[in-house]
């Protein structure tokens, strides 16, 4: 099966300020996708960031972007001029082809003002 | 306008007392979801539903089922609840297939059990 760690429970960054949230994953598969998902308290989870394991090329998304190492099985996830809006629950995930959407344990950041 | 809605929203129960959960979604998915998060860990799968076809997570226990009457509505059932059930259920579609899209999720079901 499929894991996803992610090895740090908490966070902080102040405003304004750059921070990378570490991801790393097992698997035997070529083909899968990796995601990164933002829990703000009390909301809905929602969807920051998606890479597709054949794309070479890191995805980006505004202040969002990652750093993808297949080889490594490396998927970090760096905010750049972080917000206070940007306080919540980080969580890496991982998918294949069957649908199964496999989660990290979370990263709880807070940035401070 | 929401486009995953969970009901209901806060559930309290009685241990042993049977609970149903459910999630209806606009998006017209073929696949729809279901998590069970505890506080401060990572949202578990319980089981998944691609269209009609039922996918039970090997560790799900038997307490948990699930119905998907049709596209839009999922149903969460919990047959006798124990104090371990307690936790946020959370809902969740995607277009499924090889386009592996994301998930949209909604605000999810926090059931207590006394």
């Known amino acids: 099966a499929q894991t996803v760690t992610q090895s740090q429970p908490e966070m902080s960054v102040q405003e304004a300020e750059t921070v990378t949230l570490s991801c790393t994953y097992d698997?035997?598969?070529?083909?899968?996708?990796l995601f990164w998902y933002k829990q703000p308290p009390s909301r809905q989870m929602i969807l920051v960031i998606r890479?597709?394991?054949?794309?070479?090329q890191n995805a980006t998304e505004n202040r969002f972007s990652v750093n993808f190492q297949k080889a490594a099985k490396s998927f970090s996830l760096k905010i750049s001029d972080s917000q206070l809006g940007d306080t919540a629950m980080y969580f890496c995930a991982f998918m294949e082809g069957n649908n199964d959407m496999r989660f990290g344990a979370g990263t709880r950041l807070t940035v401070k003002p | 306008d929401a486009m995953v809605i969970q009901n209901p929203r806060y559930q309290v129960t009685q241990f042993g007392k049977p609970v149903t959960l459910s999630c209806s979604q606009t998006?017209?998915?073929?696949?729809m979801y279901w998590y069970q998060q505890k506080s401060s860990q990572a949202p578990k799968l319980l089981f998944h539903y691609y269209d009609k076809d039922f996918n039970n997570e090997a560790d799900t226990p038997d307490n948990f089922q699930s119905r998907r009457p049709n596209t839009s509505f999922c149903f969460l059932d919990i047959r006798s609840p124990g104090l371990g059930d307690a936790a946020m259920y959370l809902c969740a579609t995607s277009r499924g297939g090889w386009v592996a899209g994301e998930l949209f999720f909604g605000e999810g079901s926090r059931l207590t059990v006394l």
């Open positions: 890479q597709e394991a054949y794309k070479q």
């Open positions: 698997t035997s598969e070529n083909n899968y996708y």
């Open positions: 998006l017209n998915h073929n696949v």
